[in-house]
């Protein structure tokens, strides 16, 4: 049986930051002193299960792990962002980042599933030159690249000024984007990228309701750490 190191998780909340921070904070046993912020999909929470299992097996490697609320989410607790409430969301993951780099001073590393790692993806590629080292390199889930049954609506005018390394972990059965779409998408980064293909797996990686995939938490960070040495 697989057992993580205890680690403490505790409501996070800066009011002080606008958009404020809210969320869940993951607390190493043994830090490494490296940190992860990481957000929710369109119609999800920092609640999401599958971010709770990422949050878990990193923190258990030594990250301090931040899992946000973004701000729309904040304000309504159900239902997806309006088309206004993106570059808002964007911000509050600046201050999310802010606000763990006080906890730990080494690397920050950025992402989310789905909505919230686009968004991830949106502000980096927005970095100044002067910003740059602001994220170490970027974890997208289920990456949306395109609404499902419209691949003609491609999300990727932001990719090629993306020049934060970025590790995509995206299931063979995601109607938001292809392997081989994501692998195209790709190719448009000027960064280092890598694609993980989980087999079998849909929009929400066999994380659904009540239902786990145990072994995918340590698959990602075992290829997160090999990307990210």
Known sequence: MFSLPASTIREFLDHTADPPVRGYLHTPESPNNHALVMTHGA???AQAPLLIAVGEIFSAAGFAVLRVDLPYRQVRPYGPPGPGDAARDRAGLRNAIAALKKIATGKTFLGGHSYGGRQSSMLCADLSQAESNLVAGLLLLSYPLHPPRKPEQQRTAHLPD??????FVSGTRDPF???AELEQALKM????????AIEGAGHDLGFKGKSKQEELPKQILSEFKQMFP
């Open 43 to 45: 119609g999800s929470n």
């Open 189 to 196: 980064i000027p960064a280092k990228t890598k694609l993980i």
């Open 177 to 179: 984007g292809s392997i």
């Open 162 to 167: 993306l020049r934060t390394p970025a590790l």
